[in-house]
């Protein structure tokens, strides 16, 4: 318990973002020496070789700062998406961009927040450390985002809503008609955020990027990170496009330095990296595949899942997650539980190469006919 004049209820009652467990804490663990993580959504491929020699030519000038204004990496996106300048900002991943664009447009204490059950956990960290009002809108049944309920949810206190498109930990996606109807429905006063961190991996025809619906909203802010398909996770690399007017605000909040030097080499070098994006999706693709046949031959065991449009898939168990993700530890094989979600009975699996995938339905396997015959019991 915190001193009670330490801090507010709002910082009191938070409950900090918990980052899938790292390698070498379970190495410590378990004294395992073959260990997979699919449990943060990473590149299995490894960083976009193109970023990685970018890198190394910068490390003998890590003495020197970099540039306040990110001035490639803001150039880097402006040519990659055909907009001015204006209309860029980077940041320590695109997290930070979620943080700026909370304390910049959303007055701390006063104003509140539209965000769905089962979206990204940052967005909710976010709003209520600046002691925002959320208003959390249930998704659908198919736990896809219910866009008439968040629509309905705003009133005249809101200022940002979030939709992920698609959506982690759910991997399911909003239609282009759909986000064009929902940003048409939405007050101009207020911010939204769709956050695309996944978009390279959708494979829905339906789906459409919000950086073409940049007309529709006026206050409307995309924001897109190199941590996944371009494999950059560690170098810490992100951006955000909106108006100039609203890119111009966030810049007043903005650290001085907020993009090391190394994300911003990384960043031009790795959009310029096209092979490895598409490298990266075909190899994404086939871990889909394997993985949905894997967990097929579980279905008498219980499990199901969520189709999916992302890296990862959000899959059910037939007891506790948190039970199978503790066993499956000691089989070396690292995944998400969801209880923080509210999901107790959820994993969260990230998509590799297809030996991945096996390993991991075998462990899953012998760990549910265990966990599922102690039930019998
Ligand atoms: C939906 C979503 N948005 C943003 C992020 C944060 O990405 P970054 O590494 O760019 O901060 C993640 C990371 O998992 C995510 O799932």
Not at 185 to 212: F, G, T
Request: aromatic fraction near 6%; proline fraction near 5%.
């Amino acid at each position: 318990m915190t001193s009670p004049d330490l801090v507010g209820p709002h910082i009191e009652t938070l409950k900090p973002y918990v980052p899938g467990k790292p390698i070498e804490e379970l190495r410590r663990e378990l004294g395992l020496d073959d260990i997979i993580k699919l449990a943060s959504n990473e590149n299995p491929l490894g960083p976009s070789p193109k970023a990685v020699e970018a890198i190394e030519q910068k490390l003998s000038g890590l003495h020197i700062y970099p540039d306040g204004a990110a001035h490639d990496m803001v150039q880097a996106v402006s040519d990659y998406h055909e907009v001015p300048r204006e209309e860029v900002i980077t940041g320590n991943g695109s997290d930070e961009i979620l943080t700026m664009a909370v304390r910049t447009f959303c007055e701390y204490g006063r104003d509140s927040a539209v965000i769905s059950k089962y979206s990204f956990a940052a967005y909710g960290i976010r709003c209520q450390s600046h002691n925002l009002d959320v208003r959390w809108v249930p998704m659908d049944e198919g736990l896809k985002f219910d866009l008439d309920a968040m629509a309905e949810a705003i009133d005249e206190t809101t200022k940002i809503v979030f939709i992920a498109n698609p959506n982690n930990p759910t991997g399911t996606y909003v239609s282009g008609e759909a986000l064009r109807g929902f940003l048409q429905e939405i007050p101009d006063r207020v911010v939204v955020l769709v956050d695309e961190a996944y978009h390279q991996y959708v494979e829905a025809e339906d789906y459409e990027s919000a950086v073409e619906m940049r007309d529709v909203h006026e206050r409307l802010i995309v924001t897109r990170t190199l941590s996944k398909c371009y494999g950059l996770a560690g170098a810490r690399a992100g951006y955000g496009l909106s108006t100039p007017e609203l890119i111009g605000c966030m810049n007043k909040v903005r650290e001085p330095f907020n993009c090391n030097a190394v994300a911003q080499v990384a960043l031009p070098a790795a959009l310029s990296d096209e092979e490895f994006v598409d490298r990266s999706v075909e190899v994404n693709r086939e871990g889909r595949r394997a993985l949905e046949a894997g967990l097929k031959t579980l279905g008498t065991l219980g499990v199901e899942w969520v189709p999916s449009q992302t890296n990862f898939l959000l899959v059910k168990m037939p007891v506790e997650g948190r039970r199978v993700f503790d066993a499956m530890l000691h089989k070396g094989v690292i995944v998400r539980p969801m209880a923080g979600y509210g999901l107790d009975k959820w994993l969260r699996i990230s998509l590799a190469e297809e030996e991945k995938m096996q390993r991991c339905v075998g462990a899953l396997k012998d760990v549910l006919e265990t966990l599922t015959s102690e039930v019998k019991l």
